[in-house]
């Protein structure tokens, strides 16, 4: 009976790795061509029905109800498999989304040299960086044509607030204000430096948090927000 059940087991393992270079497109003329976004979904269901056979024959006992009570979870193992792969891209942005309340404004560097931002608990994008030599938390803002530090923020990074020329006018959500333009000599994000940028001054009390704008975002390659993160390209 044990050379039975392994001799099984053998032929599982041929009949999965046949499928295997099937569905890889090993037999393909251009093998290059295969899909495996297609293909993927495939090759789970048939790794998992592997798993389920092979070790419901490898480990079952000859009792028969701790034998159905064995194939029973190995079975319910490869449900989760193959629900997991299926959701694998619901259960990414759940991730993204709790790193983002966990540690807002953390800016996560990426392997293909991309920088992630996650949303935060209220769905907006915030990031911490590096101005002059400072640390700065801003909420990153679409709508604001130039970055624009609170007062508190200038100060932390060296700039003489008092000295400062309000006289700049600028159109919020709040309506009109008046603001002092000063230039910042770098701004850096997880490595990632912008030299030489114009920005704003809001007086004492005027702004709640930086606004890293439009300005900053223009001098990136690209930018673009998906599955709940927004990708900034260097």
Request: zero cysteines; charged letters at 15%.
């Amino acid at each position: 009976m044990t050379a039975l059940k392994y001799i099984v087991i053998a032929g599982l393992g041929v009949f999965m790795a046949g499928a295997v270079a099937y569905y890889i497109g090993f037999w393909d003329q251009d093998p290059a061509t295969a899909n495996l976004d297609r293909s993927g979904p495939q090759l789970v269901k048939l790794s998992a029905l592997a798993l389920i056979l092979g070790a419901s024959l490898l480990f079952s006992p000859r009792n028969l109800g701790t034998a159905l009570r064995s194939m029973l979870i190995w079975t319910s193992l490869g449900v989760i498999l193959v629900a997991g792969y299926a959701m694998r891209y619901e259960l990414e942005t759940v991730f993204w989304r709790t790193v983002g309340v966990l540690v807002p404004g953390y800016a996560i560097e990426q392997n293909d040299g991309t920088i992630a931002l996650v949303q935060d608990r209220s769905g907006h994008f915030t990031l911490d960086a590096t101005v002059d030599g400072a640390p700065v938390h801003f909420l990153v803002d679409t709508g604001a044509s130039m970055i624009t530090l609170t007062d508190e923020d200038a100060r932390a990074i060296g700039l003489d607030t008092a000295a400062l020329n309000f006289r700049t006018p600028v159109t919020t959500a709040n309506g009109q204000a008046l603001v002092a333009q000063v230039q910042l000599d770098t701004v850096t994000i997880a490595g990632s430096e912008l030299r030489r940028l114009r920005a704003f001054v809001a007086p004492p009390g005027k702004l709640r948090s930086s606004l890293f704008g439009m300005n900053a975002l223009n001098r990136l390659a690209s930018w673009r927000v998906e599955k709940g993160r927004m990708i900034l390209q260097p």
